[in-house]
């Protein structure tokens, strides 16, 4: 028989890790509804309810073809009544209510801001927001206590809000490649995040860094960081330990290795390209022209410098750990999600980014790639392009 839209949605499998999700899709017109949505529900600290959007707007992007009708959603997983309301709704009026006023909301609009300034999370933002706060310029006009992070955030605050370019992230790959050949000859060095996923933009560039002889990783970061100070392409570095330690649920945390996780969450200096120096030198001229004054040293005026700041994440694993590690940190954050929800409702396993626990057998699953992880789990293997989920 001829394939339909219900043969399909019926064979659409329910958890993300077991899908297939290209970048590019044909519902953004619905998944983007949704996500505002979840997006408003984080702000108001309801997970359940944002991860219900999610899964939602996930299942949509999985689907071959764009949804004209209800009758093409019989028979998908992951759709709640809420989340079908909306669609119904946009599909009849082109638009939901609920989710152009959320849009429109000063709450909605505030918190976005707020949220969108380094260093600063939903409970701090909620708190501004509440104090009646509702920009970065009305943080330094009010005098508002910032943490170091926080102050960065504010600083370069322009910079970071521009995505950055697959061009940039080459750019980033290069300087960070030339930091850690330097201090560690043989180290590794791996693009992760959305630009491993095939995106073209993203808000920051992720690294992944690790040497194919254990040990030789201890001690990397602070080497890799001095060097890029040296050379005055860092603005802002903090290096913590992985944050994935404090939030494993699963078993006690077993070998040593773990400890050695670290990230280092930086902005990078990055000088403009020839090309893109000369569209902000036409730029500075034009405000020198208009009589625009300097506003004070402490702010970065992009349009008129020769470089930008860049979010960049390292993080170094050591080896035994690396396919655990570039499984992590490859995303999407629903795809992490979903996998670890998959890991320990059907297969009573526990996945971080360190490693696997089975505990029917009570013992840890090696894994030199990521092809052998999702083999443990029972998963097909499913590539970085198509697990933007
Ligand atoms: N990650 C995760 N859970 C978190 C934070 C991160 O699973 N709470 C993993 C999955 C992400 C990866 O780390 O894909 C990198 O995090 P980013 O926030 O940089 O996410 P992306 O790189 O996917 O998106 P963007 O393009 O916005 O940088
Ligand atoms: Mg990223």
Request: charged share 30%; net charge neutral.
């Amino acid at each position: 028989p001829k394939p339909n839209g219900d043969s399909t949605a019926m064979l659409m499998k329910s958890y993300a890790c077991q899908r297939r999700t290209p970048l590019k899709h044909h519902n953004s017109f619905l998944t983007e509804a949704l996500e505002i949505l979840a997006q408003n529900a984080e702000y108001n600290d309801n997970e359940g309810r944002s991860v219900a959007f999610r899964r939602a707007a996930s299942v949509l992007k999985a689907l071959p073809r764009r949804v004209r009708s209800m009758q093409d959603l019989r028979w998908l997983p992951c759709l709640g009544d809420h989340s079908q309301r909306v669609i119904k709704e946009i599909l009849e009026d082109g638009s939901s209510r609920e989710v152009e006023s959320t849009r429109q909301s000063e709450q909605y609009q505030v918190m976005k801001a707020l949220t969108g300034i380094f260093g600063v999370g939903v409970r701090t933002a909620d708190r501004w927001f509440r104090e009646g706060l509702r920009s970065p310029d009305d943080l330094i006009r009010t005098g508002q206590q910032l943490n170091r992070e926080q102050q960065a955030g504010v600083q370069y605050y322009d910079d970071l809000q521009k995505p950055v370019t697959k061009a940039e992230a080459d750019v980033i790959s290069d300087m960070v490649e030339k930091a850690v050949h330097a201090v560690l000859p043989g180290a590794e060095i791996q693009l992760m995040g959305g630009f491993r996923r095939g995106k073209e933009v993203g808000h920051d560039v992720d690294f992944l860094i690790t040497h194919p002889e254990e040990g030789k990783e201890e001690g990397l970061m602070p080497k890799i960081t001095n060097w890029l100070k040296e050379q005055g392409l860092l603005l802002y570095q903090k290096t913590t330990r992985n944050s994935y330690l404090e939030k494993m649920d699963g078993p006690a945390r077993a070998s040593s290795n773990m400890d050695r996780f670290e990230r280092c969450f930086s902005i990078f200096k990055l000088q403009k390209s020839a090309a893109s120096c000369k569209s902000s030198s036409a730029a500075s001229a034009e405000d020198v022209s208009t009589g625009r004054e300097s506003e004070g040293p402490a702010e970065h005026h992009p349009e008129a410098s020769g470089w930008r700041a860049v979010r960049v994440d390292l993080v170094v694993s050591p080896y035994s750990q690396f396919a655990f590690a570039t499984l992590g940190w490859t995303g999407s954050k629903l795809f992490e999600r979903e996998l670890r929800r998959w890991a320990g409702q059907e297969k009573h396993m526990s996945l971080s980014s360190h490693a696997l626990y089975d505990s029917k057998q009570n013992l840890y699953l090696r894994a030199k790639t990521e092809e052998e992880i999702f083999a443990h789990l029972g998963l097909e293997f499913i590539p970085p392009s198509e697990r933007n989920a």
